[in-house]
């Protein structure tokens, strides 16, 4: 044994292996690009594209990782998410369908929002494996938390533009390149045509809410409140420089003004519930000054709000209640069609025959608002309820269930914000939907709990 050990040919075999392991390490390039970079994705036009085409080179990479006999690594509790994808899959089977109360239509009129959403979960998939695979080296993971709380100021930086500037918008060098009935389709549009803000009517005018980078001014509340907990983990627990701490210090006070004037309230609703769970978790473990000092922020932030102009936004919005009919007529109908169609719901989101007070009253161009809604268009849950029954929205819930539980006694910094994450995203559920963008944080946000874990054993 010992000759054999010694011969040429063996010992010329033990360095080529270990260069051929070292060849099929994962990269790091494919997150820091997508993070780092999604300024410039917004720009080109590719700030939700870019989640499906980095899915394509990490799981080129996986592939070659588990080529080379390296183990690729799942989630706790991915089982689950695979059901509940093998659900999505089946959906396309209930495409035909037309629910009571629903525009008719055909499977193959459905076919391509049905296909964005399977690609789009697949996809997010292929990032959360991904991320949770590269190694320490390559991604150490306060590069990648600073990296999350970068997008952070990015969120940040988009509702102060989408306030200073409402009406900014521009044509995206892939939008230039995308034949005219393309480029003129509203779905098309809203994923490529970037724009500061959303003008909604609201408070009695046409009022401008923040929504850049993110497209909607919904998707840019539920980011706000995904990415706002790695701002305060890189900008505090990560560092001892005062600057840092001042610079992160003044990022938080200059989001409080888009905060406030997205007039979202579900954007409130989260950050309350997250800071309702830290205050839990922090008291749980006897930390009474971090938790003292979360009671001040939240007291910091309640006098802002009374003292400032900020409270006078806050009391109109909380007063003005336009779509709250339409989202509980939305729900309903969400509701009965799981009925109707309860294992694995009906593959995709319907429109309703008409609006909440008559069959007759419909979308037109003087009032794109009063009628055929989105059933599944208002939250989540409601999404998943509908278009992917009780077999659906059970695997998708339980994923991220299995997951809070496996990582309960995770009470380092970014342990903290990564569960408060995804406990905001169970709150969001009930008024945002999740694709692609805020889904993507999520699972970032598990992928740190995750290496958490693993760098632990």
């Known amino acids: 044994m010992t000759a054999l050990a010694n011969h040429p040919s063996s010992q010329a075999a033990a360095p080529a292996t270990g260069l051929l392991k070292r060849a099929h390490r994962l ?3 494919p997150v820091t690009g997508l993070l780092l970079l999604y300024p410039l ?3 080109l036009g590719l700030g939700t594209l870019i989640f499906f085409l980095v899915a394509v080179p990490m799981l080129v990479s996986l592939l070659r990782h588990r080529a080379s006999g390296q183990l690729v690594k799942l989630p706790p509790g991915f089982l689950l998410w695979l059901l509940f994808l093998a659900v999505v899959a089946l959906g396309l089977f209930s495409l035909g369908a037309d629910p009571a109360g629903t525009v008719p239509g055909t499977a193959a009129s459905r076919l391509v929002s049905y296909t964005y959403r399977l690609g789009g979960y697949a996809a997010l998939t292929v990032i959360l494996v991904y991320a949770g695979n ?3 080296r390559e991604l150490p993971q306060q ?14 930086a988009g509702g102060l533009l989408g306030m200073a500037a409402p009406t900014f918008e521009f044509t995206a060098p892939l939008e230039l390149l995308l034949p005219h009935h393309l480029r003129e389709n509203s779905f098309i549009q809203s994923l490529v045509h970037p724009t500061a803000a959303q003008i909604m009517n609201l408070l009695g005018g046409e009022t401008p809410r923040p929504g850049a980078p993110w497209g909607y001014t919904n998707t840019w509340g539920n980011n706000v409140c995904l990415l706002i907990g790695w701002m305060l983990v890189a900008g505090w627990s990560l560092t001892r420089s005062r600057k840092v701490k001042t610079g992160t210090a003044v990022v938080l006070l200059a989001a409080m003004a888009p905060i406030v004037y997205s007039l979202n309230r579900g954007l409130w609703i989260g950050l309350g519930v997250m ?10 473990r006897g930390r009474l000054a971090a938790l003292g000092l979360v009671g001040v922020a939240g007291i910091a932030v309640v006098v802002a709000v009374a003292t400032t102009p900020l409270g006078d936004v806050v009391s109109a919005r909380l007063e003005d209640g336009k779509s709250n ?8 109908k969400a509701v009965g069609g799981v009925a109707e169609s309860p294992l694995i719901g009906f593959g995709s989101t319907r429109n309703t025959i008409g609006g909440r007070n008559s069959i007759a009253v419909g979308e037109s ?8 809604f989105t059933i599944g268009g208002n939250g989540q849950l409601w999404q998943l309820l509908f278009a992917h029954g009780l077999l659906g929205t059970g695997t998708y819930l339980g994923f991220f269930v299995v997951g809070l539980w496996r990582f309960r006694r995770d009470a380092t910094p970014a342990g903290l914000a990564a569960s408060a994450a995804i406990v905001s995203s169970f709150a ?3 008024w945002y939907n999740a694709l692609v963008t805020p889904l993507a944080l999520t699972f970032l946000a598990y992928a740190v709990l995750w290496r958490n874990r693993l760098e632990s054993r």
């Open 428 to 430: 969001a559920m009930f």
């Open 27 to 29: 990269p790091a390039w």
């Open 365 to 372: 161009d003087g009032c794109e608002r009063c009628g055929n």
């Open 41 to 43: 994705w917004w720009a």
């Open 134 to 136: 590269v190694g320490r």
């Open 275 to 284: 800071a309702l769970y830290v205050s839990v978790r922090l008291a749980l």
């Open 143 to 156: 590069r990648f938390v600073r990296l999350l709380a970068w997008l952070f100021v990015i969120t940040v």
């Open 325 to 332: 009919g339409v989202r509980m007529y939305t729900t309903e």
